[in-house]
Nanobody, 120 residues
């Protein structure tokens, strides 16, 4: 019902910035919360940031003050602005969308992921 495609990852030096994008398609009118997760090699996938349809945001403590999540509902796109990158930010970043389907309930979709690599 909802498909997600991430973009914007790459190789950046420590202290640099990246802007990740996630474009949603399908039943986008039903999307409530969107978010970003990341997974480093040998680590479990962890929450980075979320944003509700009303604009309320939530961040992991490790990224507060450096990462900013935003969304453009008209473009069905969520963004993650990453500043002051650290080597420990290196991971595959995944976009997700939580939405409601009648007779199913709460449903989640995931993007394919985009690699962020930070060199020291």
């Amino acid at each position: 019902q909802v498909q997600l495609v991430e973009s914007g990852g790459g190789l950046v030096q420590a202290g640099g910035s990246l802007r990740l994008s996630c474009a949603a398609s399908g039943s986008t009118f039903s999307i409530n919360t969107m978010g970003w997760y990341r997974q480093a090699p040998g680590k479990q996938r962890e929450l980075v940031a979320t944003i509700t349809s009303g604009g309320r945001t939530n961040y992991a403590d490790s990224v507060k003050g450096r990462f900013t999540i935003s969304r453009d509902n008209a473009k069905n796109t969520v963004y993650l602005q990453i500043d002051s990158l650290k080597p420990e930010d290196t991971a595959v970043y995944y976009c997700n969308a939580d939405y409601w389907l009648l007779q199913v309930g709460s449903t989640r979709s995931w993007g394919q992921g985009t690699q962020v690599t930070v060199s020291s």
